[in-house]
T-cell receptor
Framework: KNQVEQSPQSLIILEGKNCTLQCNYTVSPFSNLRWYKQDTGRGPVSLTIMTFSENTKSNGRYTATLDADTKQSSLHITASQLSDSASYICVVSPDRGSTLGRLYFGRGTQLTVWP | NAGVTQTPKFRILKIGQSMTLQCTQDMNHNYMYWYRQDPGMGLKLIYYSVGAGITDKGEVPNGYNVSRSTTEDFPLRLELAAPSQTSVYFC???????????????FGPGTRLTVT
């Protein structure tokens, strides 16, 4: 069964600290993995997209890693800011060519950054 | 570019009422999607469209209908609202072209629907 599992479910950190969010998936065949940021009351916004051949990709203070062999990904946030408080969603695409454009969504990790 | 816009932002329906959630994109994307997001759950695909005049069911289509008469618009219709349809609904769009890299999917701001 195609699934995307994220951990932890929620996380509280102090402003300026770093954190790492985890994503494990069983989606197969695998095409690409995305991390989205969803602010409260807003739609998800893409942070990174990685194909199976990419190990790491950065977007400012966000760095995503991918191990396609173990089917694991992580999102590392450096020097957190209050504006990083949001839900971070891991999304996996099973194949590039499908006309469905099917994406499998994790439940998200709710990150809260305290001053 | 306004991107993906959705109306209304909020709506309360009584059981058995009907309504249409509107979605418009101005990016000339061929693919459009409707998702629902229940509290603490991942987004689930309701319906999608690969172009004007073409729609298909996603993971949770029961109780909903869609149409795609233009590239820009993809309305979602609820005919007989039920409490189980209380959720946040997101419309999204993307441009898929054979032979190109992973496509980006853009989401609207969402419609929060309560059925009582």
């Amino acid at each position: 069964k195609n699934q995307v599992e994220q951990s932890p479910q929620s996380l509280i950190i102090l402003e300026g600290k770093n954190c790492t969010l985890q994503c494990n998936y069983t989606v197969s065949p695998f095409s690409n993995l995305r991390w989205y940021k969803q602010d409260t009351g807003r739609g998800p916004v893409s942070l990174t997209i990685m194909t199976f051949s990419e190990n790491t990709k950065s977007n400012g203070r966000y760095t995503a890693t991918l191990d396609a062999d173990t089917k694991q990904s992580s999102l590392h946030i450096t020097a957190s800011q209050l504006s990083d408080s949001a839900s971070y969603i891991c999304v996996v695409s099973p194949d590039r060519g499908s006309t469905l454009g099917r994406l499998y969504f994790g439940r998200g990790t709710q990150l809260t950054v305290w001053p | 570019n306004a991107g993906v816009t959705q109306t209304p932002k909020f709506r309360i329906l009584k059981i058995g009422q009907s309504m249409t959630l509107q979605c418009t994109q101005d990016m000339n994307h061929n693919y459009m999607y409707w998702y629902r997001q229940d509290p603490g759950m991942g987004l689930k695909l309701i319906y999608y469209s690969v172009g004007a005049g073409i729609t298909d069911k996603g993971e949770v289509p029961n109780g909903y209908n869609v149409s795609r008469s233009t590239t820009e618009d993809f309305p979602l219709r609820l005919e007989l609202a039920a409490p189980s349809q209380t959720s946040v609904y997101f419309c999204a769009s993307s441009y898929l072209e054979t032979g190109t890299g992973p496509y980006e999917q853009y989401f609207g701001p969402g419609t929060r629907l309560t059925v009582t």
